[in-house]
């Protein structure tokens, strides 16, 4: 019987459980290896900070998945991977072996790379670490008053920074603290990369809730500063790291064919380029063909063809090509129950962005937390 191992809790991971959930794999032993028992919904996490949801809103619980799919589950992390002899050590000392590997592990953030940044700042990911994290921070802004800063001006940095805000300003709240909330972006405006009419968008919003831009890097991390790349010192009592992801440590060793940041390189099947038995979807991957195919969005639509990829790995099929769309609809939540929404050129913004935004994100986090019975009716 052969072994496919699901490295990672991602989301195309979930979708290859709930696929396996209403179709078994026949002769195939299938295990499901994870650090966490749960699934952060990213798109989520700004709600959940900015109180529009609670963490257990924003989840997708594996351990139901795996059951219903018939996987076995290991909670552990992978320290490894030797792919020459299709083996996997976990960070508890055991060793996984493998005829198929699926990598779905999500991007790390290195913690070394900026100085302090390990004592001092709060990473964003692994999400689950952030959101352990979160109250804390929360609590301590609530008694000394919000000095935050967020190092990051991509959407993640510019969603957080707007969910903060809003946290630390909701009405109601007995004697509100003055609340000083600061958008480092390295140098760049915030959202450099989207279309002008959505950096337009988001620079009026941040502007309008008092979001203070400053356009340097950080070079370092101390307690109750940041020391930017001028040489100026910024004051604040929390740092939260949403800068860009990296690679995981442990696949520089792996054997695989990686990219110039380490990332796994893969075709339009999902299929590592230099081990066919090896795919990887989400932000662990690389695609050679569609080098821009690494958002949240993507890794979503890729669960789909992962999973129908499999089986026909596993059966000695033909396998079909992914092709991620050159135009995706993103939605950027700006801290309140309003949103910004870019497709290509286009965008607009308002609360019925939001309510769109919502609907979506509360209904892919339901689609995939139903009982096992629910999903084969």
Request: one cysteine or more; aromatic letters at 6%; charged letters at 20%.
């Amino acid at each position: 019987m052969k072994r496919l191992v699901l490295l990672g809790g991602g989301h195309a991971h979930v979708h290859v459980l709930r696929s396996l959930a209403l179709e078994p794999l026949a002769g195939a032993e299938v295990v499901l290896v994870t650090p966490f028992l749960r699934q952060m919904y990213s798109g989520m996490v700004p709600g959940l900070v900015a109180g529009h949801y609670t963490a257990g809103q924003c989840a997708i619980p594996l351990a139901p998945l795996a059951r219903a799919a018939g996987v076995r589950l290991i909670e552990g992390a992978a320290v490894g991977l030797d792919a020459a002899v299709r083996r996997v050590p976990l960070a508890g000392g055991e060793t996984i072996h493998y005829d198929l590997l699926s990598l779905d592990t999500g991007a790390v953030m290195d913690r070394d790379r900026l100085p302090g940044a390990r004592e001092h700042g709060l990473f964003v990911r692994p999400i689950e670490h952030f959101v352990a994290r979160l109250d804390a921070v929360l609590q301590g802004a609530a008694q000394w008053g919000a000095d935050i800063a967020v190092i990051g001006g991509g959407a993640a940095g510019v969603e957080l920074a707007l969910a903060l805000r809003h946290r630390l300003e909701t009405p109601g709240r007995a004697d509100p603290p003055s609340a000083c909330i600061t958008l480092v972006t390295g140098g760049p405006v915030p959202l450099a990369g989207y279309p002008a009419g959505v950096i337009r968008r988001m620079q009026r919003v941040l502007a309008a809730h008092g979001i203070s831009v400053v356009r340097d890097t950080c070079s370092a991390v101390e307690a109750g500063a940041l020391v930017l790349g001028s040489g100026a010192r910024l004051a604040c009592r929390a740092a939260v790291i949403a800068t860009g992801a990296e690679a995981p440590a442990w696949l520089a060793g792996s054997g695989l064919a990686l990219d110039e940041r380490g990332f796994v390189r893969t075709g339009a099947t999902l299929q590592s380029l230099s081990h066919p038995e090896v795919f990887a979807a989400g932000d662990v991957a690389s695609r050679a063909d569609a080098p821009h195919a690494k958002s949240g969005v993507h890794a979503v639509r890729a669960g789909p063809p992962l999973a129908l990829n499999l089986r026909r790995f596993l059966a000695g099929a033909e396998l079909l090509p992914h092709r991620p769309q050159q135009r995706t609809l993103n939605l950027i939540s700006c801290g309140e129950k309003r949103a910004i929404a870019a497709w290509g050129s286009w965008s607009a913004q308002g609360r019925w962005v939001w309510w769109w935004k919502d609907r979506i994100d509360r209904s892919f986090v339901a689609r995939y937390s139903a009982p096992a019975t629910a999903a084969r009716s």
